[in-house]
């Protein structure tokens, strides 16, 4: 376990930061000593994972803004507003994120618009703006982004996200090249399946979904979101230093599950 000052005073802005995985990584990060600026579309919600990382957190430091990581201003908007509260930005999470199944032959424009607006065009407009924050703060800092190992497998029935995310991973690589000079480390997590998140009600709908996707996990089990919020406070943290440009799976073999052996224990058991 890291220390509590892993992240002391650090300023980390996160993307999706009412539920599920930006929440628990807002969560983690604020235990480790970071002060938190969470933000997204619905300010009710906001508010009420502000109050609820305050009350699990005495003398945590959050923030709650509202705005849409599709639309530049609300961006410079979320800049301005932490540069106010606390004066700079050391660490971004670009967790925003949109999905839902759908064959590819019947996804409709505005589907495919939605989910690469938020993923892709969303996680730049956020690196670009709080990038040139931490250039020309002198400071350097963090960028992580998710992203999923479909990115790289493709993923059949998400192809508006399986793109995205790819883009995201190519995105994540470059950005690290470009600005390592200025001391910003770009990495991303390439979570499986995870329990208690917003993607999960739409990705494993039905008892039954949720059980064959299971089989095909090698742990056994789904993953839980403060597993990838203790893998993120590594990653932002001086522990990962010399890390950038790297994609980190963390989802229990799942994606590496290709091969012949399991079909072989499948038939021997119906036998």
């Not at 995985?21 to 009710?44: D, Q, Y």
């Not at 106010?84 to 994120?97: R, T």
């Not at 089990?221 to 994609?247: C, H, K, N």
Request: net charge neutral; with cysteine.
């Amino acid at each position: 376990m890291l220390s509590p000052d892993t992240l002391k005073n650090r300023v980390a802005v996160i993307t999706g930061g009412s539920s599920g995985l930006g929440k628990s990584i807002a969560g983690e990060f604020a235990r480790l000593g970071a002060h938190i600026v969470i933000t997204g579309r619905n300010e009710e919600r906001l508010n009420a994972a502000a109050q609820d990382l305050l009350s699990r957190t005495p003398g945590a430091r959050v923030l709650a803004v509202a705005g849409d990581v599709r639309n530049p201003a609300d961006v410079d908007h979320w800049v301005a507003e932490t540069r106010q509260a606390f004066g700079q930005i050391d660490i971004l999470v670009n967790n925003a994120a949109g999905n839902f199944v759908c064959p590819a032959e019947q996804l409709s424009v505005n589907g495919w618009n939605a989910v690469v607006g938020i993923v892709l065009n969303g996680t730049f407009y956020c690196s670009r703006a709080m990038g040139k924050e931490m250039i020309e703060s002198g400071r350097g800092g963090n960028i992580l982004n998710i992203v999923a190992t479909y990115a790289w497998t493709g993923g059949p029935g998400t192809v508006h996200s399986a793109a995205a995310k790819a883009g995201v991973v190519a995105m994540t690589r470059t950005l690290a090249v470009e600005w390592a000079r200025y001391g910003i480390r770009v990495n991303a997590i390439a979570p499986g399946p995870i329990e208690h998140t917003g993607g999960a009600d739409k990705l494993w709908p039905t008892k039954t979904i949720e059980e064959r996707l299971k089989q095909e996990i090698p742990a056994g089990r789904f993953g839980q979101p403060e597993e990838v919020a203790r893998l993120a406070s590594f990653i932002v943290s001086d522990y990962a230093g010399f890390m950038t440009g790297e994609v980190v799976t963390l989802d229990g073999g799942e994606w590496l599950n290709k091969g012949f052996l399991k079909h072989f224990e499948a038939d021997k058991s119906t036998k």
